[in-house]
């Protein structure tokens, strides 16, 4: 694998990793919505995949977004029956987003992307010091 081909993966990995950062924002920011009707639908917890890709081009395997899917797992129920998102029994659904697990995954996204910077400096260097090596 030449130098160009190893920063392209770790470019792709980084642009996947980035886009699962603002996807975890996006989580966090909506984890204390709720539905905008009483017993409505609050806001669902998104999941992104990854997929490889072989690039036709160089031969190697690139870092793509696969899908956005939703959470599954249930809603949070809190009984509040002044809430103006509460059912007619006094129940309001929350997000099932869980602010420990979405922190745990930008901090493993968060390395990921870091991992990859390293890579491209790795990369560089190498190739620098190849230089060097040419001109002496």
Same mark, same amino acid.
């Given at each position: 694998m ?27 920011? #909506?984890?204390? /919505?709720?539905? !905008? ?7 669902? *917890? ?5 997929q +490889? ?22 809603f ?19 997000? #099932?987003?869980? /602010?420990?697990? !979405? ?7 968060? *390395?990921?992307?870091?991992?990859n910077? +390293? ?15 040419l001109?002496?």
């Amino acid at each position: 694998m030449s130098f160009d081909d190893a920063m392209k993966v770790s470019a792709s990995a980084m642009a996947a990793q980035g886009t699962r950062l603002r996807t975890i924002a996006e989580n966090l920011a #909506n984890a204390s /919505s709720t539905a !905008e009707t009483p017993g409505g639908t609050p806001y669902r *917890r998104k999941l992104v995949t990854f997929q +490889d890709q072989l690039d036709k081009a160089s031969g190697v395997h690139m870092v793509k977004i696969g899908r956005f899917l939703p959470d599954q797992t249930p809603f949070t129920v809190r009984y509040s029956p002044g809430h103006p998102a509460a059912d007619a029994q006094g129940y309001v659904r929350f997000p #099932n987003v869980n /602010s420990v697990v !979405e922190l745990n995954d930008l901090r493993e996204a968060q *390395r990921s992307y870091e991992a990859n910077v +390293d890579v491209i400096d790795v990369a560089k260097t190498m190739l620098s010091r190849t230089i060097d090596l040419l001109k002496s």
